[in-house]
Each structure stands twice: as structure tokens, then as C-alpha cells.
């Protein structure tokens, strides 16, 4: 939902193209049902595989490099991290009019953290600071540097400018307007990350976490992971979070006011581009990115 992008031509995904790159690559699942799931985002069709595994095919050309950029990472990250992540176990190729890899993951139980349960809880914020704590703590040390590190450099918020004023003028008369660009020049202006780059999530928001009997248990879709400023992550504050839960997750994390600025900016801009693109269409992003946006007005 995170992904700012321009229109693309998206390839036509249905469980009979699934089969035959599932049964292609790997023949020994090629017994195993496959079940389409509703998923939250808007990056990938996802189907479950049998009773223990799910397939990811990205549904456009935003997310080509995820899988394997997931498969390189997430196992190096998971024994670092307080929360289960996905366990990559194969990476596809483009086949039979499919253009992009696709991955196969270990299946992941839980549902869909939800604001109704979750909330007012302090304890659930504090969590998800101790998750993003231990994930910007995260040094493997052999990281390449120069181009090969591409694929890990997020956008800036700079990047964003004119696409978020476009959007703002386009949702006059739902939103206010003033406040959004108030928020969005407070955001540009406020001081950069001076620090040395951290890890972060990259699309961290309720849709990509999981809950077990009432509780967090997995961190999800990790296709925007990279290194840089870690105040896109803090969007996870306005789309879950009460006034009271996202001040114990602030003070938990240590977030500085410039840094907080920021992570409303980014909080701003990416429900903006997922309200003016799915909204009209789609009753339930459109109930959360209000949420979204009306809280990170908030602040």
C-alpha cells in the first residue's frame, strides 16, 4: 500500500497460470491445492499451497525485485528479530507469459492485525518498537557498497513532493487541505537523518502484521526493506495506533522530534496515494487511510 508508482500494465494472475508455474519449478508440489487468498496489499496476488506453504506473485512492475531481495535477507534477519518473519523457500521464474520472479514461502498462521483489537494497546505498541529496535540493530557486515546496494536505498520523502501536492489538491473538500500541506512542509523541512543508515521495513503498516489469539506474532511482506532513514516505519503509528499507544511506542523507540516529523510526512504520503488510487473502489482502503491520514494530522 506503501508504494508510490505511476500506471503500468499488470499481467493477467489466475490460479490456472499459478499451477503451471508452480508444477514448472517446482514438481513436487505439484500435488498440492492451491487457494487464492484476500490479500491486504496491493503489491502481490498471494495463493496458499497446500497446508504449509504460500506463493507471491507481484502484480506489478513496482515490485519486481522482491523475492529475491526477501530470499537473501529475511533468513539472515529472522534469528535477529522479536516476531516471526516469512521463511523464503524458493524463488520462481518468469514463465508462460508471466514476466517476473515470484516466490514460495513457509506459511505463516495469524490474522490480519486489526485497529478494532489492537489499538489502545500500549503493550502491542511497545512490541512493534522493540521489533523495529532489534531490525535497525540488525549489522550483518558484508554489505556491498556502490550500485550493488541499490535495491536496499528507499526513496526520500523529497521524491514524493509532487505527487503528494497533486493529491492533496485532488481530496479538497474530503480532507483539510491546509492541514495536509501544513504536515507535508513540516515534514521537508524538518532536519534529515545524521545518523549512520539502519535497517527498515520499508512498508510497515497493519496490513503486514499478524496476530495470534489477540497477539502480535508476525511481521510481514518485506519488499520494501532497506537502509536509510528509519521514519518511514513509524507509519505503523497512525495506522494502527490511539493517541495513547503511539506515545508509549514513541517513547519506547527513542524517536526524536525531527525524525517523528518525518514518520507523519511518510504517514501522509502513502495513504494519500493509496486513497486517490484504490478508494473509490475499495471500501476498506479507503476506511483506512482515512484513519490514516486523519491521525497523522493528529500527530
Given at each position: 500500500?506503501?508504494?508510490?508508482?505511476?500506471?503500468?500494465?499488470?499481467?493477467?494472475?489466475?490460479?490456472?497460470?499459478?499451477?503451471?508455474?508452480?508444477?514448472?519449478?517446482?514438481?513436487?508440489?505439484?500435488?498440492?491445492?492451491?487457494?487464492?487468498?484476500?490479500?491486504?496489499?496491493?503489491?502481490?496476488?498471494?495463493?496458499?499451497?497446500?497446508?504449509?506453504?504460500?506463493?507471491?506473485?507481484?502484480?506489478?512492475?513496482?515490485?519486481?525485485?522482491?523475492?529475491?531481495?526477501?530470499?537473501?535477507?529475511?533468513?539472515?534477519?529472522?534469528?535477529?528479530?522479536?516476531?516471526?518473519?516469512?521463511?523464503?523457500?524458493?524463488?520462481?521464474?518468469?514463465?508462460?507469459?508471466?514476466?517476473?520472479?515470484?516466490?514460495?514461502?513457509?506459511?505463516?498462521?495469524?490474522?490480519?492485525?486489526?485497529?478494532?483489537?489492537?489499538?489502545?494497546?500500549?503493550?502491542?505498541?511497545?512490541?512493534?518498537?522493540?521489533?523495529?529496535?532489534?531490525?535497525?540493530?540488525?549489522?550483518?557486515?558484508?554489505?556491498?557498497?556502490?550500485?550493488?546496494?541499490?535495491?536496499?536505498?528507499?526513496?526520500?520523502?523529497?521524491?514524493?513532493?509532487?505527487?503528494?501536492?497533486?493529491?492533496?489538491?485532488?481530496?479538497?473538500?474530503?480532507?483539510?487541505?491546509?492541514?495536509?500541506?501544513?504536515?507535508?512542509?513540516?515534514?521537508?523541512?524538518?532536519?534529515?537523518?545524521?545518523?549512520?543508515?539502519?535497517?527498515?521495513?520499508?512498508?510497515?503498516?497493519?496490513?503486514?502484521?499478524?496476530?495470534?489469539?489477540?497477539?502480535?506474532?508476525?511481521?510481514?511482506?518485506?519488499?520494501?526493506?532497506?537502509?536509510?532513514?528509519?521514519?518511514?516505519?513509524?507509519?505503523?503509528?497512525?495506522?494502527?495506533?490511539?493517541?495513547?499507544?503511539?506515545?508509549?511506542?514513541?517513547a519506547a523507540l527513542g524517536v526524536d522530534d525531527a525524525t517523528w516529523t518525518r514518520g507523519r510526512g511518510w504517514a501522509l504520503t502513502t495513504a494519500l496515494n493509496a486513497y486517490t488510487s484504490?478508494?473509490?473502489?475499495?471500501?476498506?482502503?479507503?476506511?483506512?487511510?482515512?484513519?490514516?491520514?486523519?491521525?497523522?494530522?493528529?500527530?
Amino acid at each position: 500500500m506503501a508504494t508510490e508508482r505511476s500506471a503500468d500494465t499488470r499481467p493477467a494472475i489466475d490460479a490456472a497460470l499459478v499451477r503451471r508455474l508452480v508444477d514448472a519449478k517446482f514438481p513436487q508440489w505439484a500435488e498440492l491445492p492451491l487457494e487464492l487468498l484476500d490479500s491486504a496489499g496491493s503489491d502481490h496476488v498471494i495463493y496458499r499451497l497446500g497446508e504449509e506453504l504460500s506463493v507471491r506473485l507481484p502484480r506489478h512492475a513496482g515490485a519486481i525485485g522482491q523475492a529475491e531481495k526477501e530470499s537473501e535477507w529475511l533468513p539472515r534477519l529472522a534469528p535477529h528479530l522479536p516476531l516471526s518473519i516469512p521463511v523464503p523457500v524458493g524463488v520462481g521464474e518468469p514463465d508462460f507469459g508471466y514476466p517476473w520472479p515470484w516466490a514460495v514461502c513457509r506459511w505463516l498462521d495469524g490474522e490480519v492485525a486489526t485497529v478494532e483489537a489492537l489499538a489502545g494497546s500500549s503493550g502491542t505498541a511497545v512490541e512493534l518498537a522493540e521489533f523495529l529496535t532489534a531490525l535497525q540493530q540488525f549489522a550483518p557486515g558484508d554489505i556491498p557498497g556502490g550500485d550493488a546496494r541499490e535495491d536496499l536505498t528507499g526513496r526520500t520523502l523529497a521524491d514524493r513532493d509532487r505527487a503528494t501536492r497533486a493529491a492533496i489538491a485532488e481530496v479538497d473538500g474530503v480532507f483539510d487541505t491546509a492541514a495536509m500541506t501544513e504536515l507535508w512542509d513540516a515534514a521537508l523541512g524538518a532536519p534529515g537523518w545524521d545518523r549512520p543508515p539502519v535497517w527498515f521495513h520499508g512498508d510497515f503498516h497493519t496490513g503486514n502484521l499478524l496476530t495470534l489469539e489477540g497477539r502480535l506474532s508476525a511481521v510481514i511482506d518485506f519488499g520494501g526493506l532497506g537502509m536509510g532513514d528509519p521514519a518511514c516505519d513509524l507509519t505503523i503509528a497512525f495506522t494502527l495506533m490511539s493517541a495513547g499507544s503511539r506515545a508509549a511506542f514513541r517513547a519506547a523507540l527513542g524517536v526524536d522530534d525531527a525524525t517523528w516529523t518525518r514518520g507523519r510526512g511518510w504517514a501522509l504520503t502513502t495513504a494519500l496515494n493509496a486513497y486517490t488510487s484504490y478508494a473509490a473502489v475499495n471500501r476498506r482502503v479507503a476506511a483506512q487511510t482515512t484513519r490514516q491520514i486523519t491521525e497523522a494530522l493528529i500527530g
